[in-house]
């Protein structure tokens, strides 16, 4: 079965910007949640979604959003990137909904690079 | 707001010797979950803790759960190369269980 991918893997934008990144989960998980990684700290939950709604939402500006398509698929949009955003994203799919009870598969994540 | 908090953040150790990480939280868990990021990759999942007391073992590792489901630990025996990453454990929020709160993790390096 393949994995959790994310594209792209790399990426360098400037300040301003605006930046879409998409993650395909492990076939037939329908639960694909984002998370935002830093050094300074850990792991950030941005939101869930689950058969094309978002379940779940973390404590992150509007300029962070998602959506979720009917083949499960998801995309993260972040508006107007600061350089605060720069950070490895990371997509994450589990068969059920609710990560806090359901094993999380990880995609490689994609680095942001915010200049 | 809820932490989960993670000791130590670094951890030195040789080769062969035993490695410990302790993660507390300041509220109740349901559940417990562990994970593992080797440097450059993405974290893995190890395994999932629900019952108060539990132990469960996986090979040379060893994950406990309190009595009181506040605090858990993972060891590892004999540490190998192979063990070096960013062991992470994380909990579900008390106010909403479908999201996941992280520690920060403690950084394992081995000393071949």
């Known amino acids: 079965k393949a994995g959790v991918t994310q594209t792209p893997r790399y990426l360098i934008k400037t300040r301003g910007q605006q930046v879409t990144l998409s993650c395909s989960p492990i076939s037939g998980h329908r639960s694909v949640s984002w998370y935002q990684q830093t050094p300074g700290q850990g792991l950030q939950f941005l939101f869930e979604y689950f058969s094309e709604t978002q379940r779940n939402k973390g404590n992150f500006p509007g300029r962070f959003s998602g959506r979720q398509f009917s083949n499960s698929r998801s995309e993260m949009n972040v508006s107007t990137l600061e350089l605060g955003d720069s950070a490895l994203y990371l997509c994450a799919s589990s068969l059920l909904a609710g990560g806090g009870y359901n094993e999380q598969f990880f995609g490689p994540g994609t680095r942001l690079t915010v200049l | 707001g809820q932490q989960v908090m993670q000791i130590p953040q670094y951890q030195h150790v040789q080769e062969g010797e035993d490695f410990t990480t302790y993660c507390n939280s300041s509220t109740t868990l349901s559940n417990i979950q562990w994970y593992k990021q080797r440097p450059g990759g993405h974290p893995v999942f190890l395994i999932q803790l629900v019952k108060s007391g539990e132990v469960k073992k996986q090979k040379r590792l060893t994950f406990q759960f309190g009595e009181a489901k506040k605090n858990s630990s993972l060891h590892i025996t004999a540490t190998q190369t192979t063990d070096v990453g960013t062991y992470f454990c994380?909990?579900?929020?008390?106010?909403?269980?479908?999201?996941?709160?992280w520690g920060l993790g403690t950084s394992l390096a081995v000393n071949p």
């Open positions: 994380a909990g579900p929020n008390a106010g909403n269980n479908r999201k996941l709160i």
